[in-house]
């Protein structure tokens, strides 16, 4: 007897804290127990209990099963703004891929072979078979757009030159690793454009630029390009965020040499890097979170 099939202890281990955590964030968007039991196919009782159980502790159990507690919450938050825009089948194929992701790159193989231990040690069954159906990196970039282009003034903060949202992997060491779109948002208008998809390596600079700050600050996964504008820096200052200034600069490889030098000089993280620009170079405002949504979230405070 071979014991639990690799989806079996998907469902028995990881789903059940995913429904935890999801039962709260959209709690916490506004919904009430019984539209999140409807939508999670549970009884209201069971959504309940799933309540008084705090995310922390879901958080605790997967990562006790080897799961990196970030990159759960970034998928747990991309899959609440799903289902906030009734994306359903944006849902089901997020949540898919992700599932399938952590099979196959063998999270669940040393926990797999404890419960049951007629599992082959040199098994490669999950390697083979499970695809992972979407990139929860590239995900995060496109709902971070959707937020950006469905705000009534999202449009106002596009720089001249365009923009980049990026997310990275913890492990994130070249602009290869991180998610962005292959070609800038644009302001056409009074609305926002993308150039372009979403991809690993999509953006070379702002990749670049959210590397240098998570080498120091490896909390920081996500950066978003915005205008510069004076009444930003101050409103974001004002909400209590940590703006740092650079620049201005005499070229580009003077700009990175600067911002080296003061992330280094950095003892908290930084929530926004306001650049004054210089030769050639257009004066923007990077602005960085975990995630992109919450960086996108952050940028619009400029405007709301």
Do not use: W
Not at 103 to 125: A, M, W, Y
Not at 216 to 244: H, Q
């Amino acid at each position: 007897m071979v014991g639990l099939l690799p989806h079996e202890l998907v469902s028995e281990l990881i789903v059940p804290e995913l429904r935890g955590l999801l039962a709260h964030k959209l709690s916490e968007k506004g919904f009430g127990q019984l539209r999140i039991s409807k939508f999670l196919g549970i009884s209201q009782p069971m959504v309940s209990k799933y309540m008084s159980i705090g995310p922390p502790e879901y958080l605790k159990r997967l990562e006790s099963l080897g799961l990196d507690t970030n990159e759960v919450m970034r998928t747990v938050e991309i899959l609440v703004e799903k289902v906030a825009n009734e994306n359903y089948h944006g849902y089901l194929e997020l949540m898919s891929g992700f599932l399938n992701s952590l099979l196959r790159r063998g999270l669940l193989c040393e926990t797999h072979k404890k419960i049951s231990p007629n599992v082959p040690r040199d098994c490669e069954v999950c390697f083979k078979l499970f695809e992972e159906v979407s990139d929860p990196y590239v995900e995060e970039v496109k709902v971070a757009y959707e937020i950006l282009s469905f705000h009534p003034k999202g449009y106002e903060i596009v720089p001249e030159v365009g923009m980049n949202i990026v997310s990275a992997p913890p492990n994130a060491k070249d602009f290869r690793d991180v998610a962005g779109f292959s070609g800038r948002i644009v302001r056409s208008n009074n609305k926002v454009v993308a150039v372009g998809e979403p991809v690993k390596g999509g953006s070379k600079h702002t990749a670049s630029i959210l590397l240098k700050i998570m080498s120091k600050f490896p909390n920081i996964r996500a950066a978003v390009v915005i205008k510069y504008d004076d009444k930003c820096i101050s409103r974001l200052s004002s909400a209590g965020l940590n703006v740092v200034n650079t620049g201005p600069h005499q070229s580009i490889n003077a700009f990175f040499t600067s911002l080296e030098r003061v992330v280094s000089e950095l003892s908290k993280e930084p929530d926004a890097v306001a650049d004054a620009g210089g030769l050639g170079i257009e004066p923007v405002i990077y602005v960085f979170s975990l995630s992109a949504i919450n960086a996108v979230k952050k940028a619009l405070m400029c405007v709301e």
